[in-house]
C-alpha cells in the first residue's frame, strides 16, 4: 500500500510560468515532509521542507503547501526554469530518519 | 567539500554472485542511510546506522542482504546469491546529525543482475 502518492508521473511547464507538483499521503501521523529533486544519473537532492505545525514554507521561487485534513502537499516553483527540469519526489516521516518516498514526477520546463 | 560518494557505480552481476557496494558519507556526517531504488519508483529505506551501530535493518528485503559500517565512516552493503529481483539502484545517504531529517544522497550504484 502506497503511503505517499505523486499521481502525475509527468508534467510540462512553459519557462517563466508556474509549475506546481502534488503529492497526497495516507498517514495522518506524517508530521514532516520534503521534497527532493534528481537529475539522471545522479542522487537525490534536498529541495525544501515543512513540518505539520506549518502550511507553508518558501525559499527563493520554491513554496511548499501543506494541507493536512486534505493529506496533501503540493510544491510550486515560480518562476519555472529550464534547469529546474528533474524528477521531483516528495517525502514523508514521522519525526524519524525514516522516510517514505512517493513514485516521482518528471518535470520537463520548455524554453 | 566532497559530497557522498559511491562505488562501483555500476555493477553487472551474474545471478547467484554476491556482490559488495560502498558507500563514502560526508566527511563527519553521523548517519548514514541505505536505500533501494526500482525502476520508476522511489526510494525505499533499507537500513540506518548511527556511527558504527546499525539502528534500524527492518528495511533489508532478506537475509542475503547485509550491511555494516565498522570504523563509522565508510559503509559497505553486500548482497549475497544475487536475484534479478535485486535489480535496482542502491542510494547512499549521510546526515550531519542523528535521526537528523535533510539527508544527502550520494549518485548510487545501479546493479544489474543477469
Known amino acids: 500500500d502506497q503511503q505517499v502518492k505523486q499521481n502525475s508521473p509527468s508534467l510540462s511547464v512553459q519557462e517563466g510560468r508556474i509549475s506546481i507538483l502534488n503529492c497526497d499521503y495516507t498517514?495522518?501521523?506524517?508530521?514532516?515532509f520534503l521534497w527532493y529533486k534528481k537529475y539522471p544519473a545522479e542522487g537525490p537532492t534536498f529541495l525544501i521542507s515543512i513540518s505539520s505545525i506549518k502550511d507553508k514554507n518558501e525559499d527563493g521561487r520554491f513554496t511548499v503547501f501543506l494541507n493536512k485534513s486534505a493529506k496533501h502537499l503540493s510544491l510550486h516553483i515560480v518562476p519555472s526554469q529550464p534547469g529546474d527540469s528533474a524528477v521531483y519526489f516528495c517525502?514523508?516521516?514521522?519525526?524519524?530518519?525514516?522516510?517514505?518516498f512517493g513514485t516521482g514526477t518528471r518535470l520537463k520546463v520548455l524554453a | 567539500g566532497a559530497g557522498v560518494s559511491q562505488s562501483p557505480r555500476y555493477k553487472v552481476a551474474k545471478r547467484g554472485q554476491d556482490v559488495a557496494l560502498r558507500c563514502d558519507p560526508i566527511?563527519?556526517?553521523?548517519?548514514l542511510f541505505w536505500y533501494q531504488q526500482a525502476l520508476g519508483q522511489g526510494p525505499e529505506f533499507l537500513t540506518y546506522?548511527?556511527?558504527?551501530?546499525?539502528?534500524?535493518k527492518s528495511g533489508l528485503p532478506s537475509d542475503r542482504f547485509f550491511a555494516e559500517r565498522p570504523e563509522g565512516s565508510v559503509s559497505t552493503l553486500k548482497i549475497q546469491r544475487t536475484q534479478q529481483e535485486d535489480s535496482a539502484v542502491y542510494l547512499c545517504?549521510?546526515?550531519?546529525?542523528?535521526?537528523?531529517?535533510?539527508?544527502?544522497f550520494g549518485p548510487g550504484t545501479r546493479l544489474t543482475v543477469t
Open positions: 566527511s563527519g556526517h553521523v548517519s
Open positions: 546506522f548511527q556511527n558504527e551501530a546499525q539502528l534500524d
Open positions: 517525502a514523508a516521516s514521522r519525526r524519524t530518519y525514516k522516510y517514505i
Open positions: 545517504a549521510s546526515s550531519p546529525r542523528m535521526g537528523a531529517y535533510e539527508q544527502y
Open positions: 498517514n495522518s501521523m506524517f508530521d514532516y
